[in-house]
């Protein structure tokens, strides 16, 4: 490998890297310093694969998250109710759709 492609593959390492620069705060159902995108990311994890005795299934800090980035929406007390609601059931269409009436008022 010459210098040139060393070059261009740090560029490329470069712009792949994130760095985590969302807010951080104290977790404490786990007990520990959590960044806002950690914590969304174990919400959304957690509910994906229905880990339900996770501290993370209930967590409003998650579901806070969820409703202001995932749907870029206020996140008020109704719609995170919504979105815990939401993500803890496995829900029919019906109850989905109306649970995202509520999410969208």
Not at 34 to 62: I, K, Q, Y
Not at 85 to 92: M, V
Request: hydrophobic content about 40%.
């Amino acid at each position: 490998m010459n210098n040139a492609d060393e070059t261009q593959l740090s560029k490329l390492q470069r712009s792949l890297s994130t760095v985590d620069r969302s807010a951080r705060f104290a977790c404490v159902p786990r007990d520990s310093i959590l960044s806002e995108a950690d914590c969304m990311d174990n919400f959304t994890d957690v509910h994906a694969f229905r880990r339900n005795d996770d501290p993370c299934w209930a967590c409003r800090v998650g579901a806070r998250l969820r409703v202001e980035y995932g749907h870029e929406l206020e996140a008020t007390e109704e719609r995170v109710d919504a979105a815990v609601l939401l993500a803890s059931r496995i829900s029919p269409p019906a109850w989905a759709y109306r649970i995202l009436r509520i999410i969208n008022k």
